[in-house]
């Protein structure tokens, strides 16, 4: 079995910064792609960023130039540097591994971290 968890969020005021952390664990042997995203109340579940095993990278526009996505590929590991925060960035923040292999899924599967609570606020 496969479990993520993603860690890192909290209360900020707005400029300031946190760093999100998603560790993927289990007997994996590989993962295609990490990322992040988020979701309000009442609205839809947004993309964020994305870090593929080359290393690509994808932003969503509303947070390119403030936020990072990087990774450690022999932790499983991806991390989200989120700076120069703003309200509307607040939201439940997601982590997600993509194309995870493991021996009952060979050709690949999605999981999802329990996500973590950002809120920038003064």
């Known amino acids: 079995q496969v479990q993520l968890v993603d860690t890192g969020g909290g209360l900020v005021q707005p400029g300031g910064s946190l760093r999100l952390s998603c560790a993927a664990s289990?007997?994996?042997?590989?993962?295609?792609?990490m990322g992040w995203y988020r979701q309000t109340p009442g609205k839809q579940r947004e993309f964020v960023a994305s870090?593929?095993?080359?290393?690509?990278?994808n932003y969503a526009d509303s947070v390119k130039g403030r936020f990072t996505v990087s990774r450690d590929n022999a932790k499983n590991t991806v991390y989200l540097q989120m700076n120069s925060l703003k309200p509307e960035d607040t939201a439940v923040y997601t982590c997600?591994?993509?194309?995870?292999?493991?021996?009952?899924?060979?050709?690949?599967?999605?999981?999802w971290g329990q996500g973590t609570q950002v809120t920038v606020s003064s």
């Open positions: 997600k591994a993509g194309g995870v292999v493991t021996r009952y899924y060979p050709a690949g599967a999605d999981y």
């Open positions: 289990g007997s994996i042997f590989s993962i295609n792609a």
């Open positions: 870090l593929t095993r080359a290393g690509t990278t």
